[in-house]
C-alpha cells in the first residue's frame, strides 16, 4: 500500500515538473521534504494525508490537470505493468507479490479519481475542467501554500489571488473561500 502511496505521489511530481509546475514540498507518512526558497529541509509532519506533493505554477495561466491526474495516471500505469509481470513470472512468490502490487496501484487510481474524499484529485479534476476559472483558483491556492512554505503569512500576500467570483461551487472554490476568510479576520496561516 505505501508503494502505491509513493508511486501516485511521484506521479504527481514527474508531471508537475514536465508541465510547468515547481517542486514545494513531499510528504510519505510522517516524513516530509519542503523547500522553504533557502534550500530543502526534512520535518515530521502528521501522519494524514499519508501521501502528498505540492507543486507550484511558475506562470499564473498554467493548466494543472496533468499535474493532478499525475497520480491516478502513474498508479493506473504501474498497476496495469505488475499485473502484466505477474501474468509472465513463473515463481510464485514473485508472481503473487506482482499481482498484489498491480491489483494496490490499479484500486488506488481508481479511487482516488472516481471516490476519493472531497478534495481527491478526480473531484479537483472534474471541477477544473467543468470550469476554467477554478483551474486559475486551483494555481493560486498553491501559490498560497508555497508563500507559507517561505514563511510568510496572509498579509505579505498580494490581494490579487484571493480574488473569485462568487457564484462558483465545488472543492476549490470552498478551500479558496476559507483562504479569503482568514486573510480577512488577520490570520498567519
Known sequence: MLFAVLIHEMGHLISGLLTGYR???FKLLWFSMEDTGNGKRFRFRG?????QCLMYPVKS???PVMMILGGVV???VSGMIFIVQGLVI???VFKGIALYLGCIGITIGLYNLFLG???SDGNTYR???RDKEAGHIYNNIMTIYR???TGRSYADMPDLLFEISTEGTGPVYDEMREHIERKKNGCSG
Open 74 to 76: 502513474a498508479n493506473l
Open 90 to 92: 513463473s515463481e510464485i
Open 127 to 129: 471541477e477544473i475542467r
Open 61 to 63: 495561466n498554467a493548466d
Open 117 to 119: 474524499s472531497k478534495y
Open 23 to 25: 517542486f514545494m514540498s
Open 47 to 51: 501522519i494524514n494525508p499519508p501521501g
Open 147 to 149: 508563500y507559507f512554505s
